[in-house]
Nanobody, 129 residues
Framework: QLQLVESGGGLVQPGGSLRLSCAASGFTLDSYAIGWFRQAPGKEREGVSCISTSAGSTNYLDSVKGRFTISRDNAKNTVYLQMNSLRPEDTAVYYC??????????????????????WGQGTQVTVSS
């Protein structure tokens, strides 16, 4: 059974930092592209960042470039999202997801939700003073 479990969310002041974790069971994370998505109340779920299987190439939403960093620890079978300089508009439920298609092995990972077929339950991030 392939499962993804997010953790690390919480309440943080503007300008603060959080590190989200996405732990996998039932498969090895470095075999698939892994994405982080977020969904704020009343908004569509959007792709924030992803990391590819091939050479670990990464991709970011423009509004988080320079503030968020995605990384993978193969020994722990975990993907992280380091979030710095957080803003109130970053408030959302954050989800990690896996793209287990054959195509993901040969391309840069994508930030479109329809490309991902396994999802975690999400973790709440609230940025507020």
């Amino acid at each position: 059974q392939l499962q993804l479990v997010e953790s690390g969310g919480g309440l943080v002041q503007p300008g603060g930092s959080l590190r989200l974790s996405c732990a996998a069971s039932g498969f090895t994370l470095d075999s698939y592209a892994i994405g982080w998505f977020r969904q704020a109340p009343g908004k569509e779920r959007e792709g924030v960042s992803c990391i590819s299987t091939s050479a670990g190439s990464t991709n970011y939403l423009d509004s988080v470039k320079g503030r968020f960093t995605i990384s993978r620890d193969n020994a722990k079978n975990t993907v992280y999202l380091q979030m710095n300089s957080l803003r109130p508009e970053d408030t959302a439920v954050y989800y990690c997801a896996a793209d287990t298609s054959v195509l993901q092995m040969f391309r840069l990972c994508k930030l479109t939700r329809n490309d991902y077929n396994y999802w975690g339950q999400g973790t709440q991030v609230t940025v507020s003073s």
